[in-house]
């Protein structure tokens, strides 16, 4: 069965980092474009980075673009998002969703598997 599992939410303050994690079983991340996705409360799920399959470089949503980085384990198991600086705008369930097939994609409606998501609260 191939599932994806998010971990590394938390509560931070404002200008704190947080590094979540999507990890796989049942099939190699490396070998999937692979997005993180976010969804505030009673807000629309957005995208926020993607990485392509086999690359380590990743795009981003213009509101994280210098604060995030998502990134590839070289083990070919995980794929991580570096979150620094977070802002209370940052908060919401963080989810991993992965892609078969080239391309960096990362449209919600093409994701192929979905995690159940992380909780991220940023409060002072």
């Known amino acids: 069965q191939l599932q994806l599992v998010e971990s590394g939410g938390g509560l931070v303050q404002p200008g704190r980092s947080l590094r979540l994690s999507c990890a796989a079983s049942g099939f190699i991340l490396e070998h999937y474009a692979i997005g993180w996705f976010r969804q505030a409360p009673g807000k629309e799920r957005e995208g926020v980075s993607c990485?392509?399959?086999?690359?380590?470089?990743?795009e981003y949503e213009d509101s994280v673009k210098g604060r995030f980085t998502i990134s590839r384990d070289g083990t070919k198991k995980a794929v991580y998002l570096q979150m620094n600086n977070l802002k209370p705008e940052d908060a919401g369930v963080y989810y991993c969703a992965a892609r078969a097939g080239p391309g960096t994609n990362c449209r919600a409606a093409d994701m192929d598997y979905w995690g159940k998501g992380t909780l991220v609260t940023v409060s002072s």
């Open positions: 990485i392509s399959r086999f690359s380590t470089v990743g």
